[in-house]
């Protein structure tokens, strides 16, 4: 029986080092195996730059996120993507807006004050024109604060403005400083814009986050339609550049990493993929709690199974959150570096969000491939002190910045 155990044993051990050596992605833990990125996903992973730096609502730190002045920033001081969560009004408008409720960012209490809790969609953008998305930053932030945020009506953006901040534009406004607009007969809006005097030529794309589809039910096929409206669906009409950076400019709006895809949701990506077909960048972001979709321990295998739930539904990119961040962004930790092993063994890419200082920049460095990040100018610094991002811009003060764009 004792020689039986021991070539038992010793089967068992040869075994183990068969699949360590010879099989990079057999994992036996708890009979979860680790997928792989396929070469088609590889080729859609390219689009997007190495060492991304994704735009965090625009910022969040040196102006009112996901508003015009915060994504004029982002665009001049260099950031590779705008990035916006999505969400749809009452008559179809695609929303760039954070919360569900407008409480946080807006004066909806002034202006609505019997429906100041009242969820977003519940609203139409006329409605929403009225409010100031502007004023309350410098209120939470006299340090960083500016006349023209509250004296230059800042509007709850579009995805349409979004593009077209990012294409070079502004807003048209009329002689009392308001946005200039009309509707057609069926309802739908047109906005009016014209070039930034003041665009320095950087082209980024737009990341933009679905959420989950209860709250805005169609929004997945909405972006679909926009994108076509706009231009920038690769699927229908893809890019002819293929250069990231062009005369020291960012060009990744000029390129098939144009748009990258986001969620959190799983049911948001089966949408998405039915769309898209995994033919445009899409990130799979990892939140640990204590939701359906969320990773609910820290176990090696509950890893795996998120990895792959991303990796089976044409994700290319995982989005962990980091911890580290100036609060209320301290996240939980779910970037260590077995984790980080993980999702690169399969082929992914890493774009942690969000990053607020040097500290965390330093530490998840080598397991990152982007970062979310609060202060671009920041992070476009870090990324120079490591001889990185040769071609692109040049560091610039970010309150210079502020001052050039009139705010």
């Not at 760039?96 to 202006?111: E, F, L």
Request: aromatic share 10%.
């Amino acid at each position: 029986m004792k020689s039986i155990k021991i070539a038992l044993l010793s089967c068992l051990s040869m075994l183990t080092i068969a699949c360590s050596d010879d099989d990079d992605n057999a994992l036996p833990l708890r009979g979860e195996r680790l997928h792989s990125l396929t070469a088609e996903m590889k080729i859609v992973r390219d689009y997007v730059p190495d060492n991304a730096i994704i735009a965090h609502r625009g910022t969040s730190y040196w102006a009112p996120e996901s508003t015009e002045s915060a994504y004029r920033w982002a665009r001049n001081i260099g950031a590779d993507y705008l990035e916006a969560d999505l969400q749809m009004t009452k008559d179809g408008v695609i929303l760039v807006m954070h919360d569900n409720v407008m409480t946080r960012t807006t004066n909806i209490k002034d202006i609505y004050p019997n429906r100041a809790k009242d969820p977003t969609s519940t609203f139409t953008y006329e409605e929403l024109l009225k409010l100031d998305a502007g004023s309350w930053f410098n209120k939470d932030n006299p340090d960083r604060a500016r006349s023209s945020f509250k004296n230059q009506h800042q509007y709850i953006s579009t995805l349409e403005d979004l593009i077209m901040y990012a294409e070079g534009k502004r807003l048209k406004r009329n002689a009392q400083g308001e946005r200039i607009w009309s509707k057609n007969s069926d309802g739908s809006y047109n906005f009016e814009y014209e070039q930034d005097p003041n665009d320095n030529g950087n082209r980024p794309g737009i990341y933009v986050e679905t959420k989950e589809p209860a709250l805005n039910p169609g929004i997945e096929q909405a972006l679909e339609k926009e994108l076509n409206r706009l231009g920038w669906n690769i699927n229908t009409q893809p890019a002819t550049e293929t250069a990231q950076f062009k005369n020291g400019k960012i060009n990744v709006g000029n390129t098939n990493g144009k748009v990258v895809l986001q969620t959190f949701s799983h049911e948001s990506l089966l949408i998405l993929k039915s769309i898209f077909n995994g033919k445009i960048p899409t990130a799979l972001l990892f939140w640990k709690g204590t939701g359906p979709d969320d990773i609910h321990n820290d176990e090696t295998s509950t890893y795996i199974q998120h990895i792959n739930f991303g990796l089976d539904n044409l994700a290319q990119f995982i989005g962990p959150s980091i911890a580290g961040g100036t609060p209320p962004d301290n996240w939980p930790e779910l970037l260590n570096s077995w984790q980080a092993d993980l999702i690169h063994k399969s082929g992914m890419k890493i774009h942690p969000y969000s990053f607020d200082n040097k500290e965390q920049m330093e530490k998840y460095f080598n397991n990152s491939d982007g970062m979310f990040t609060n202060q671009s100018d920041m992070t476009i610094l870090f990324y120079h002190s490591k001889g990185l991002r040769n071609g692109g811009p040049a560091y610039q003060d970010a309150k210079t910045v502020l001052t050039t764009l009139g705010y």
